[in-house]
């Protein structure tokens, strides 16, 4: 079975750094990008960048270039969503998903919450 | 960039037809997919490829598309249907391809 298992739930402060990571299996992980997507509260989707974790190549949404980093480590299946400087704007859940056109499997979610 | 326009909510009754629509210039040329959403869960592709249903979503579900017009059709509607969906597409066509998600339309099943 294909599966994306995501990391747990992260409460910060403004101005911290994070990573969130997304596990893959039942599948040849480094054949396929990983993407990651945002969802504010009771707000739709967003797509904010892909990793192709082969190669590490990266493709970035204009709106999330230089706001954050994707990057993966083939050698244990595992894509990561990186802040450097949180803002209270980034509280959101997100998900990330295998990339092939279409976003199939997703994994779960992280709800990432920053408060002061 | 490209846009994806879809209505806010659609309303049907139980055993009646969904229909909800998904607008974008020329969306006809590109591959649409749909995502089911239900509170509280990650996003599940329904219709994939304009028109293709992944292993285990039932064939009450489909997709068409042409023109300037994306549509996925829920016949039999059931109370287990309500949710959230939302289209896609990858907007290669672009100097900076990027993915595109519609705002998304909220099924209520009366």
């Known amino acids: 079975e294909v599966q994306l298992v995501q990391s747990g739930a992260e409460v910060k402060k403004p101005g911290e750094s994070l990573s969130i990571s997304c596990k893959g299996s039942?599948?040849?992980?480094?054949?396929?990008?990983i993407a990651w997507v945002r969802q504010m509260p009771g707000k739709g989707l967003e797509w904010m960048g892909s990793?192709?974790?082969?190669?590490?190549?990266?493709k970035y949404s204009p709106s999330f270039q230089g706001q954050v980093t994707v990057s993966a480590d083939k050698s244990v299946s595992t894509a990561y969503l990186q802040w450097r400087s949180l803002k209270a704007s980034d509280s959101a859940i997100y998900y990330c998903?295998?990339?092939?056109?279409?976003?199939?499997?997703w994994g779960q979610g992280t709800l990432v919450t920053v408060s002061s | 960039s490209y846009v994806l326009t879809q209505p806010p909510s659609v309303s049907v009754a139980p055993g009646q037809t969904a229909r909800m629509t998904c607008g974008g210039n020329n969306i006809g040329s590109n591959s649409v997919h749909w995502y089911q959403q239900k509170p509280g869960q990650a996003p599940v592709v329904v219709v994939y490829d304009n028109f293709d249903r992944p292993s285990g979503i039932p064939e009450r579900f489909s997709g068409s598309n042409s023109g300037h017009t994306a549509t996925l059709t829920i016949s039999r509607v059931e109370v287990g249907d309500e949710a959230d969906y939302y289209c896609?597409?990858?907007?290669?066509?672009?100097?900076?391809?990027?993915?595109?998600f519609g705002g998304g339309t909220k099924l209520t099943v009366l």
């Open positions: 039942g599948y040849s992980f480094t054949n396929y990008w």
């Open positions: 990793v192709y974790p082969g190669d590490s190549d990266t």
């Open positions: 998903a295998r990339h092939e056109d279409r976003f199939d499997p």
């Open positions: 896609q597409v990858w907007d290669s066509g672009s100097d900076h391809p990027d993915v595109v």
